[in-house]
Every structure is written in structure tokens, then in C-alpha cells.
């Protein structure tokens, strides 16, 4: 059974930083695309950003493009997304998630959603 466990939101003022973590168990992620997610109430999960299997290419979202990183560390099964200059838009449930490329990822998952981390960027 896979299982992603999403941590590192919280609160912050716009124009801070927060790290968000995934670690992936039950099943070797090393070579599928991983995604970053974000949900707010009454609105469609979006993709926000996701990683090449080798780190070699990235994808991102308008509405994050210098702002935002994503990073991959294989050996731990780990994605991370490093958010800057947070903005109250930036509020939302981020979850994590594996597919098969970056191009497709937005569309095709392989595992269950878990609970997400909440980041709230307050004005």
C-alpha cells in the first residue's frame, strides 16, 4: 500500500517562507514524476509543481514561477517544495503525489491522496 505523508505547513505572513516535505513508502518512486498539489475549499485540486524522476526537469505553475522550488531526494523517497514570498493566494491544502511524467502528472496519479498540510499566509 503506498502511503505520501505531506508536513512542514503552518502559518505565515505574506512574503515569508515555508519548506513543505513528502515521504513515500511502500513502493520505489525513483523512477515516476512527483507532483506537488494544492486544494481550497469549493475549488478543483491543482497541480502546483512537479520533478522529473532525475531531477532533470521541472514544472511549474504560472502563479508560482520564482517563487516556488521543487526538489527530489531519491535515497529517502522524499519531494520537497520550497516556497518564498508567500502570498495570501498561496492558502491552501498541499498534498503530494507520484505519475508517470511531469506532463501527465496534473492528470494521472498512482496513489492515494493523504491528509495534505494546511499553509495559511496571512496579509
Known amino acids: 500500500q503506498v502511503q505520501l505523508v505531506e508536513s512542514g505547513g503552518g502559518l505565515v505572513q505574506a512574503g515569508g517562507s515555508l519548506r513543505l516535505s513528502c515521504a513515500a513508502s511502500?513502493?520505489?518512486?525513483?523512477?515516476?514524476?512527483m507532483g506537488w498539489f494544492r486544494q481550497t475549499p469549493g475549488k478543483e485540486r491543482e497541480i502546483v509543481a512537479a520533478?522529473?524522476?532525475?531531477?532533470?526537469?521541472?514544472y511549474y505553475t504560472d502563479s508560482v514561477k520564482g517563487r516556488f522550488t521543487i526538489s527530489r531526494d531519491n535515497a529517502k523517497n522524499t519531494v520537497y517544495l520550497q516556497m518564498d514570498n508567500l502570498k495570501p493566494e498561496d492558502t491552501a491544502v498541499y498534498y503530494c503525489?507520484?505519475?508517470?511524467?511531469?506532463?501527465?502528472?496534473?492528470?494521472?496519479?498512482?496513489?492515494?491522496w493523504g491528509q495534505g498540510t494546511q499553509v495559511t499566509v496571512s496579509s
Open positions: 503525489n507520484v505519475g508517470p511524467s511531469i506532463t501527465t502528472i496534473s492528470g494521472r496519479t498512482f496513489a492515494s
Open positions: 511502500g513502493r520505489t518512486f525513483n523512477i515516476y514524476a
Open positions: 520533478i522529473s524522476w532525475n531531477s532533470f526537469s521541472t
